[in-house]
């Protein structure tokens, strides 16, 4: 466990001084700040736009960290051979990739937490300077506790990202990894869809196929809350405990599985 | 008692993406390394060293054969709290300092932060890195970070280092420097096995060498060992000869060359023992100034083995050929 602490501490300590990510930061919080002035525009659904497009913003760039970050976790150690002098150390191969993952995951939710304080700064700005006859008009209260939950599940399903992209980073190349870490983002998203593609297609095996797809794909669609706390359709605790308790079943799934691949890699 | 203990050792690779071929980057390598000593792998470009290298780091895996460390397979944890190794062109992690760096290596040794802190202010100051120990790796330059590299390499006290071409990158000082800090290993009982090119790095600190040329090992023992076979006959310097035994010497010497102030070097060929000869030269009043066999270099043996590794056609990195002409 000390190895795997002290892997992640230095992942961490590295990627917090990675420019991209403040960059990247930065442009979610520059998009929150711009969905204030859109807001002004639209009268009703202003405190509805601020929010959608908060954690809209999060998501995303989350999302980008998460697939480059994550494929360029071993990748980027392996191209480069720093990979080398961390091995020949008293560090197991899985270790090491557990140890890289909860460095990135700890970043991750850090990023999060930070994009999550700024979008109630920017509500909280917002519901100040609002006339209290305007609020009336709104679903749910500007400073909505419920937006930790969309927040939380964020964070979750970037974790979930972040297991996929470093699990195809262990044996295929940067650029394939990343061309299938989006293609199960896409997929994971319509998890319902696929399992009832039955309804849709008349195709027996299509549909077999695409129940086949859903058991194996993560179901992200069930960690998409964001609409529901916008509109103040309340998220129970049941759900959310089942949905992050599935997707870490998934990364930990994924971890076992890439440090099994990894194990037997040679670091040519 | 061997420290590092090969039996051979083999890696294949598969080459080509239409129709993969294997590739012998190393072929059967055994070999053994003792406690102590400076042991110096040598081999041409692409002649397997950095490959042996990876397979006793546990970097890739063997296609065949097996290695043992300090008694225990390769890749054994207890083993690696033991040994230090130095990557050929090390890279490490551009946004962390060079303390930092050794901080950070030396907390998976289990120091405790003070300790760590200790460790990488000496080991930066063994390998003459000064302020620049706080700017961050990204402004390293090639021969900076060969030194980080060499430090971090020492950073558990290893009894066993290994060190993949430790001289490059390094200017004339820093070469220097490193073949000191070689020695200073091998007085407190630290084994070394370095992997070079540089015959001369080899010359001056291994007391063994192993050449390997096509993935095979081609020779193995010490400098003296290896070299003495080819000893080519004995220089012998005297002063006071007089002209007459000059003349009458001169019959079963190579060569004479006058040094200058009554001296003269006399070469004398293998078929001229010089006990046969120093008896006479004495007894004519002559002084024996020196008696030194004149011997080929490491570099000499060297570029014989290589050009007749090359020479010779069962030896190679085909494995297909190799199966088919077998």
Known sequence: MRAIAIVAAGVFRDSIRERIAYGLVFFALLIMAASFLLAQLTAGQDVKIIKDLGLAASSVIGLFIAIFFGISLVTKEVERRSIYGLLSKPVTRSQFVIGKYLGLAVTLVINVAVMAAALYVVLAYFEWSTPGKAKEAWEAAAIDPALIKAFALIAVELLVITAVALFLSTFSSPFLSVALTVAVYIIGHFGDDLKHLDNIVESKALATVGRGVYYVMPNLARLDVKSAVVHAVPVSATHMFFSTLSALLYVAVLLTASTLVFARRDLK | ?326
């Not at chain 2, 001056?204 to 080519?232: H, M, P, W, Y």
């Not at chain 2, 000869?241 to 200058?260: E, F, I, N, P, Y």
């Open chain 2, 1 to 326: 008692m061997d420290v590092i203990r090969t039996e051979g050792l083999t890696k294949h690779y598969s080459t080509g993406f239409w129709r993969p071929r294997p590739y012998a980057a190393l072929q059967d390598l055994t070999f053994t390394v003792g406690q102590g000593e400076v042991f110096g792998f040598l081999g041409p470009n692409g002649a397997g060293k950095t490959t042996t290298l990876k397979l006793l780091m546990q970097l890739i895996f063997p296609t065949a054969g097996r290695a043992e460390i300090l008694g225990r397979p390769v890749g054994d944890l207890g083993v690696r709290k033991r040994i230090g190794y130095l990557a050929e062109n090390p890279y490490f992690y551009d946004n962390l300092t060079a303390e930092e760096l050794l901080q950070y290596f030396a907390r998976l040794f289990g120091y405790s932060a003070s300790d760590c802190r200790r460790k990488a202010s000496q080991l930066l100051d063994d390998v003459g890195i000064g302020a620049e120990r706080r700017f961050q790796l990204r402004k390293f330059s090639k021969g900076m970070v060969q030194r980080v590299g060499i430090a971090q390499a020492l950073v558990n006290d290893p009894e066993l280092v290994f060190l993949d071409e430790p001289m490059s990158g390094l200017d004339p000082i820093g070469r220097r420097e490193v073949r000191e800090l070689i020695l200073r290993l091998r007085d407190r009982g630290c084994t070394v096995f370095f992997s070079s090119h540089v015959l001369s790095d080899a010359e001056a600190l291994c007391s063994r060498v192993a050449i390997v040329v096509k993935g095979r090992l081609v020779a193995n023992g010490s400098i003296d060992e290896l070299t003495a076979f080819r000893a080519q006959g004995w220089e012998l310097v005297v002063s006071g000869m007089s002209d007459d035994v000059l003349k009458r010497t001169q019959a079963g010497v190579s060569t004479v060359t006058s040094l200058g102030g009554g001296r003269f070097a006399l070469e004398l060929p293998l078929t001229t023992p010089p006990e046969r000869i120093i008896p006479e030269l004495v007894k004519s009043g002559a002084s024996i100034v020196s008696l030194n066999p004149v011997r080929a270099t490491l570099e000499d043996f060297f570029i014989a083995q290589v050009r007749a590794a090359k020479d010779d056609r069962t030896l190679g990195n085909d494995v297909v050929n190799k199966r088919a002409a077998s």
